[in-house]
C-alpha cells in the first residue's frame, strides 16, 4: 500500500495516536486536548496525501528542496496557516508546533512501517511525504512569527502612545519647579536631573513610536514647510547638551542651508545623530550644515574607534546596539534605534545617510534635496 493511501485509509488511527504522543511533547504548559489536536490534524494529514499524489518531476523536487517555491500557493500552506492561527490563539510557542509535527511525522512513518513498504518506490513516496510535512511546519512556523511579532509591535505602540501623557504631565512639573525663585540648589540640582531623563524618555518614546510604525508598514507621518535647518539644529543642539552638559560641541553653518523639510523630523535626526556621536565617540564632537546647489548636508563627526567596513551597514538595523562604556552613556542612552529612525527620516525626505569612518574620525554625513516633496 502506498504512503498517501495508507494516510487516507488510516487517518483515523493516526489521529487518535498523534494527539496523545503530541499532548506529551506540548508539555504541561499548555496541555492540548483530543479535540484541539483533532481540529487540524485530518486536513493537514489529508493535504499531504493530496500533495504526494500530485505529479513532481526531478525539476520540481529540486526546486521545492532549496525552497524556491516558497511563495506559490498550495493546499499545504493553507492547512499550516490555519494551524499556526488557531495555535497561536491558543497560546502555543512555537516550540509546541514544531512538537506537533515532529510528533506527526514519527506517528505516520512508524504506523506505515507495520505494512512492510519496500523498494524504491516506497523510499520516494517517504521522501514525498517529509517534503509536505516540511512545508507545512515551515508554513506554520513563518505565520507563527509573522503573528507573533505583530502583536509585540502592536503592544509597543500602545505602549509609547500611552506613556506620553504621563512624560508631559512630568516635564510641565518640572519646568515649573525650575522658575520657582526660591528652589535651594539642591533642588535645582534635582529638577535639572529630572529634565535630563524626561529628555531622555522623550528620544526613546518618539524612536519605539516610529519604529513600530515601520514594523507594521505604516509611513512615518511627516509635514512638510519651508525650514532653515541653522535654527533647527541649534534647537536639537540645545536638547542634547541639555541631556549632555559636559561634552563639547562646536557647530558652524556653511552657506545656504534653507530649503522644504519636517521640522520636527530633521530636529529628531540631528538629536539621535549628536547622541549617538557623543555616547560612542570620544572628546568633543564637531557638526556642520552646509548647503550648496540642490543639495543641504548634515555632518557630525567623532573622535574614537573606527568602525571597520562590513559593520557600518549594520548600524542603521533596528535594535543594532554596541558597546557604550558606562562613562559615557549619560541620560540619553537609548534603545539602539537611534541611527535606524535617522535612515528612516533620510529617505522620507529622499536623502541618503552615510557613515565614514578612519583611525582618527568617525563622521555620518545625511545628505538631503533642498524640497523633498514626492
Known amino acids: 500500500m502506498d504512503l498517501s493511501t495508507f494516510i487516507e485509509k488510516e487517518i483515523e488511527a493516526i489521529v487518535s495516536e498523534w494527539a496523545e504522543q503530541a499532548s506529551r511533547l506540548a ?33 520540481g523536487q529540486v526546486a521545492k528542496s532549496r525552497g ?18 488557531y495555535r497561536l490563539s491558543q497560546g502555543f510557542s512555537l516550540d509546541d508546533i514544531i512538537a506537533e509535527y515532529r510528533a506527526l511525522r514519527a506517528t505516520v512513518l512508524r504506523l506505515w512501517q507495520t505494512t ?32 507573533t511579532e505583530k502583536v509585540r509591535n502592536l503592544l509597543s505602540g500602545i505602549l509609547a502612545h500611552d506613556l506620553r501623557s504621563p512624560l508631559s504631565a512630568i516635564t510641565n512639573s518640572v519646568e ?32 519605539l513610536l516610529d519604529f513600530t510604525r515601520t514594523r507594521l508598514g505604516e509611513a512615518l507621518p511627516i509635514a512638510i514647510s519651508p525650514q532653515d535647518l ?44 549628536l547622541v549617538n556621536a557623543i555616547q560612542h565617540g570620544k572628546g568633543d564632537v ?18 574614537g574607534d573606527p568602525i571597520p567596513d562590513h559593520a557600518k551597514r549594520a548600524l542603521f538595523d533596528p535594535l543594532m546596539r554596541t558597546y557604550t562604556p558606562p562613562e559615557r552613556r549619560g541620560s540619553a542612552a537609548g534603545l539602539g534605534l537611534g541611527l535606524y529612525v535617522c535612515d528612516c527620516i533620510a529617505k522620507l525626505h529622499h536623502g541618503k545617510i552615510e557613515v565614514e569612518s578612519s583611525a582618527h574620525v568617525t563622521t555620518f554625513t545625511v545628505e538631503l534635496p533642498r524640497i523633498s516633496r514626492s
Do not use: Y
Not at 29 to 54: C, H, V, W, Y
Not at 72 to 83: G, I
Not at 184 to 201: D, F, I, K, V
Open 116 to 147: 512492510n513498504p519496500s523498494g524504491p518506490e516506497a523510499f520516494q513516496q517517504m521522501i514525498r511525504f517529509n517534503e509536505a510535512v516540511d512545508e507545512a511546519l515551515t508554513g506554520s512556523a513563518r505565520e507563527h512569527q509573522k503573528r
Open 68 to 85: 524556491q517555491l516558497a511563495d506559490e500557493p498550495s493546499a499545504v500552506k493553507d492547512v499550516a496557516q490555519e494551524h499556526a492561527d
Open 176 to 207: 515649573l519647579l525650575r522658575h520657582i525663585p526660591t528652589l535651594p540648589p539642591m533642588g535645582m540640582t534635582a529638577t535639572e536631573n529630572a529634565q535630563r531623563s524626561a529628555l531622555r524618555m522623550k528620544r526613546m518614546i518618539n524612536d
Open 27 to 59: 508539555g504541561s504548559s499548555n496541555k492540548l486536548t483530543q479535540t484541539e489536536l483533532r481540529n487540524t490534524g485530518i486536513d493537514m494529514l489529508s493535504s499531504f496525501a493530496a500533495d504526494m499524489r500530485a505529479v513532481q518531476g526531478d525539476a
Open 230 to 273: 541653522a535654527p533647527l539644529c541649534r534647537q536639537a543642539l540645545d536638547e542634547v547638551r541639555a541631556s549632555f552638559p559636559d561634552t563639547q560641541v562646536d557647530f558652524r553653518v556653511n552657506g545656504d542651508v534653507g530649503g522644504e523639510w519636517d521640522g520636527a523630523r530633521i530636529s529628531q535626526m540631528v538629536v539621535n545623530l
Open 286 to 303: 564637531h557638526f556642520s550644515a552646509s548647503g550648496q546647489g540642490d543639495t543641504v548636508c548634515i555632518a557630525v563627526s567623532n573622535a
